[in-house]
T-cell receptor, first 113, second 113 residues
Framework: GENVEQHPSTLSVQEGDSAVIKCTYSDSASNYFPWYKQELGKRPQLIIDIRSNVGEKKDQRIAVTLNKTAKHFSLHITETQPEDSAVYFCAASRRSGYSTLTFGKGTMLLVSP | SQTIHQWPATLVQPVGSPLSLECTVEGTSNPNLYWYRQAAGRGLQLLFYSVGIGQISSEVPQNLSASRPQDRQFILSSKKLLLSDSGFYLC????????????FGSGTRLTVV
């Protein structure tokens, strides 16, 4: 089955800096890669996703890039703000009827004012 | 609109006691339902998922079981809890494909003492 590795496990940045979280996956047939954000004590929520026919996708201050050859994808957050502090999870799946999401172990992002 | 209800929010149970966590979804029909566990505040581990009434797929052999007695109801159970069952249990739902558009419940924090 799919295996998703996520790095780093913890990331501390100053407000205004950029943050990058990286994930690798093992199943070359995976073609759907969402990112979820979980604030302390709350439920994970989808913030952005990318499909394998797209190399990059942006939504305001967040962007996701995908390198299918290397089997890795990354989340980029620019101009970080304290409210960006949370645990971020990457995930991967095949876009097929019976494939569930496989999540990475998460990255705790701390943005200091 | 669709909503997901999960209860209780917090639970403290002694080792060896039974467990029943319930999740219900409103505003949609024939959802895919999932149980995830998050141990020590990190990592989302898929425990069970269901594509229909009475259909349960288990991802990890363990001390837990799941049932889906009604279309929008998903129950996580254990006959005898272990210390290692402590964690944050999240129910989620999606419609259509199993990999896409997860909406998570607010979670149950279970502490086994």
């Amino acid at each position: 089955g799919e295996n998703v590795e996520q790095h780093p496990s913890t990331l501390s940045v100053q407000e205004g800096d950029s943050a990058v979280i990286k994930c690798t996956y093992s199943d070359s047939a995976s073609n759907y890669f969402p990112w979820y954000k979980q604030e302390l004590g709350k439920r994970p929520q989808l913030i952005i996703d990318i499909r394998s026919n797209v190399g990059e996708k942006k939504d305001q201050r967040i962007a996701v890039t995908l390198n299918k050859t290397a089997k890795h994808f990354s989340l980029h957050i620019t101009e970080t703000q304290p409210e960006d502090s949370a645990v971020y999870f990457c995930a991967a799946s095949r876009r097929s009827g019976y494939s569930t999401l496989t999540f990475g172990k998460g990255t705790m992002l701390l943005v200091s004012p | 609109s669709q909503t997901i209800h999960q209860w209780p929010a917090t639970l403290v149970q002694p080792v060896g006691s039974p467990l029943s966590l319930e999740c219900t979804v409103e505003g949609t029909s024939n959802p895919n339902l999932y149980w995830y566990r998050q141990a020590a505040g990190r990592g989302l581990q898929l425990l069970f998922y269901s594509v229909g009434i009475g259909q349960i797929s288990s991802e990890v052999p363990q001390n837990l079981s799941a049932s889906r007695p009604q279309d929008r109801q998903f129950i996580l159970s254990s006959k005898k809890l272990l210390l290692s069952d402590s964690g944050f249990y999240l129910c989620a739902w999606s419609v259509g494909q199993l990999y896409y558009g997860y909406t998570f419940g607010s979670g149950t924090r279970l502490t086994v003492v």
